[in-house]
């Protein structure tokens, strides 16, 4: 099943195009993988797909994105943008508790029942792998956790709003190698609920994660295909450099 | 001859540093001089009684009270006025010509002397609405001048929050009001309630605006209800010590110094709450 269908997607910030007429389609339940050096507009896209770049005033959109059929832009923003739960490049909580941090989303959504803000906030806390972590400090400041955590933290706080799509921002971009493996073994396991879009610098990341990987260059889609295949043989003799790290 | 960096540090850092103690000093003096000359006039009387004698004997009770009432009125109508502009400003206006005339309308507000603010509440609440001289009229004219100090600092205090915070937000499918409502507001209060006390102390101290939209020259009693008149302690200052002959000096010392006092006292609490606020902060 189709998730996203991208169809000839154009974005200029002012007069620079950060994105050229890209055509593609994210598959349901898959972890679609994103790579590409920096400037490529990986980020760019990733915040097309929950309506985020419409806060730059100084964007112009051309083309489609429908999510299960319907123009994205002709729904609800905010409705948007509960489907597609977002995770940062860098651990961003509140300046709330642990546990408002990921109550804070339930309860703009209008949920006031203290129970089931409660169960909400632990169902979210254990999914993203962090609940045993944190059970016993729920009213202490998200500031106090360590960097990994904070990160999963963040991926609670998105998933306690009932999210279809969770898409990833470069989410390890400011961890360390073992907070990075939790992370992705959240991703794993969360494949099975969730579709996920994972914007990555980190070639190594897509391949181990990935499902099917898309390589971006200056904006431009280069090549999409089965991360294994285009681990192995790619199509694109641009796509074997930056893959083997001549470029990037 | 080549120059010795550290030497330059050094006296580069003396003058810093004489410049920085040149500020204090003016303060300390003031202040121990009217310690010192209005401490042996505060006594129980003075402070509670009404002026007695054309004002060369008693108390400035009703100058306290009108000063309080002033105080109150003006913040009362400034700050809520002055915050929900700057929300507006900050977060919702958008940068066209019109934003821009406002911000600079605001700028030019912050530089009108305050004589003529007195002008303009005479002509606008006293005459025109016929507020009358009042505690209203003066509260309002006081208000409008610390207007530009509450909008400028909330402003401030609205765009010193992470963007980032904000986006989290949003992200989350929280409306933009509600992002502003539960996320920026509650981290800005603190930068608010800075220029509170600033526009506080203002309101407090200046004459000329109350001139003529409230202070009366002689009033020995409390005001009944908002639309009388009022006594007001900087402007009781001004006339015991130039109006009024042989005033003794120590009653006008201890004016002035209730003034400051109040003023301080004022301020300390609105500290003493952003601290608190400032703890709470978590980033």
Redesign the interface.
Known sequence: MVKFDIQNLSIWFKEAQALKDVTMQVEAHEILSVIGPSNSGKTTFLRTL?R?ND?E?SLRMQGFVYFEGKDIRTMDV?????KM??V?A?P?P???SIFDNVA??VR??GEHNKKKIIQAVQEALQQAYIWDEVKDRLSE???KLSGGQQQRL?IA??LA?GPEVILFDEPCSGLDPISTAKVEETMLKLKEQYTIVLVTNNVKQAARVGDRTAFFLMGELIELEKTDKIFTSPAQARTNDYISGKFG | MKRNPYRTQRIAFFFLLLATLLIVVPVGLIIVAIIQKGLPAITWEFLSDVPRRGMRSGGIFPAVVGTLYLVSGSILFALPIGVLAAIYLSEYAKQNMLTRIIKLAIVNLAGVPSVVYGLFGLALFVVFFKFGASILSGSLTLGIMILPIIITTSREALESVPYSFREVSLSLGASKWQTIRHIVLPNAIPGILTGTILGLGRAAGETAPILFTVAAFYLPRLPKSIFDQAMALPYHLYVISTQVPNVDEKIRYGTALVLLTMVLFMNLIAIIIRAKLRKRKKW
Do not use: D, I
Not at chain 1, 78 to 82: C, P, T, W, Y
């Open positions: 929950n985020l806060l005033l905010e409705l948007v943008r509960k739960g977002m940062f860098l961003l509140l300046p709330l804070y989303g703009m959504h400041s998200a500031f963040c706080r998105t709003v």
